[in-house]
Nanobody, 129 residues
Framework: QVQLVESGGGSVQAGGSLRLSCAGS????????MGWFRQAPGKEREGVAA????????YYADSVKGRFTISQDNANHSLYLQMNSLKPEDTAMYYC??????????????????????WGQGTQVTVSS
């Protein structure tokens, strides 16, 4: 069973930066689709960024392009989200998600929560103005 544990959340002022980490364990597949999602109170969970651990596919939501960077460390089974130029509207619980292999549909629907089987518990990010 894949387990994902997020860390790195916190409170920052607008314009600041945070780096989220996702430590994975229990992997049974050699490659995974990995995503970062966020959910603000009263809103739907939305895809922020995603990548395939085999390389070649990286995606970002329009709202974070140019500010957030997703990366991985395969040796340590870790996923990261570097968040710069943070805005109050980035305030949310951030989740790490994983799906084994490379389902073709993921290439066009990486932002849908239904594309991922495994989820972490989340880490809170609060950005004040």
């Amino acid at each position: 069973q894949v387990q994902l544990v997020e860390s790195g959340g916190g409170s920052v002022q607008a314009g600041g930066s945070l780096r989220l980490s996702c430590a994975g364990s229990g992997y049974t597949s050699s490659r995974y689709c990995m995503g970062w999602f966020r959910q603000a109170p009263g809103k739907e969970r939305e895809g922020v960024a995603a990548l395939w651990t085999g390389g070649g596919f990286t995606y970002y939501a329009d709202s974070v392009k140019g500010r957030f960077t997703i990366s991985q460390d395969n040796a340590n089974h870790s996923l990261y989200l570097q968040m710069n130029s943070l805005k109050p509207e980035d305030t949310a619980m951030y989740y790490c998600a994983a799906e084994p292999g490379l389902p073709p549909v993921w290439l066009s629907r990486w932002y849908e929560r239904s594309q991922y089987r495994f989820w972490g518990q989340g880490t809170q990010v609060t950005v004040s103005s």
